[in-house]
């Protein structure tokens, strides 16, 4: 069964730095890979999707990288802001998708 | 821009109560998943479908049932409520060809009293 680890759990940094996010999964026979945000109380808001065929997508501050040999994917935040703090949720596609539990960022002005 | 919509954002209802959840996607999408979400369990999905009048079963279906009479709507349906089935509720749509981005609504957060 596949498994999605998101690590750190929370992490909290001062505005302005680079950062990354980790994700990682057991089984390499994905489709996609996708990544969310989520604010407090509120539902998931796709941030990039990768193919199983690419290596990363680039959306504004955001990139994220996947290297499905490894199990890995990032998700790199340049020049973080305050409006950026919320969890950061991966998820892959194979028959149907599987969630980690997700990153919380805090952003401290 | 992909719409979905959860018909209540917070609701609260007694045990043992039939209560319906409703979602509506308006990109003509093939595929609707319902999950829940939990602190520590992060999300689950308990029904999906990939057409109208089909469904299949996710992890977690005991309890609940769904309904597609039309593409664009997907219904959850706790059949009798329990305190258990307090939780979030995400409703999400993708586009066919199994590929493609799932797009969610904002959630209803449903207490059971």
């Known amino acids: 069964k596949q498994e999605v680890t998101q690590i750190p759990a929370a992490l909290s940094v001062p505005e302005g730095e680079n950062l990354v996010l980790n994700c990682s999964f057991t089984d390499s026979a994905i489709y996609n890979l996708q990544w969310f945000r989520q604010d407090p109380g509120k539902g998931l808001t796709s941030l990039l999707l990768i193919q199983s065929s690419q290596r990363e997508q680039t959306s504004g501050r955001l990139n994220a990288s996947l290297d499905k040999s490894s199990g890995r994917s990032t998700l790199y935040i340049a020049a973080s802001q305050p409006g950026d703090s919320a969890t950061y949720l991966c998820?892959?596609?194979?028959?149907?998708?599987?969630f980690g539990a997700g990153t919380r960022l805090t952003v401290k002005p | 821009d992909v719409k979905v919509t959860q018909s209540s954002r917070y609701l609260v209802k007694r045990t043992g109560e039939k209560v319906f959840l409703e979602c509506v996607q308006d990109m003509d999408h093939e595929n609707m998943f319902w999950y829940r979400q939990d602190p520590g369990l992060g999300l689950r999905l308990i029904y999906f479908s990939y057409d109208v009048k089909m469904k299949e079963k996710g992890d977690i279906p005991e309890g609940y049932s769904v309904s597609r009479e039309k593409k664009e709507r997907f219904s959850l349906i706790l059949e009798s409520a329990s305190t258990n089935q307090t939780s979030m509720y995400l409703c999400a749509s993708s586009g066919g060809g199994g590929n493609q981005p799932q797009h969610f609504g904002d959630g209803t957060r449903l207490s059971i009293l």
């Open positions: 998820a892959v596609l194979i028959n149907d998708m599987r």
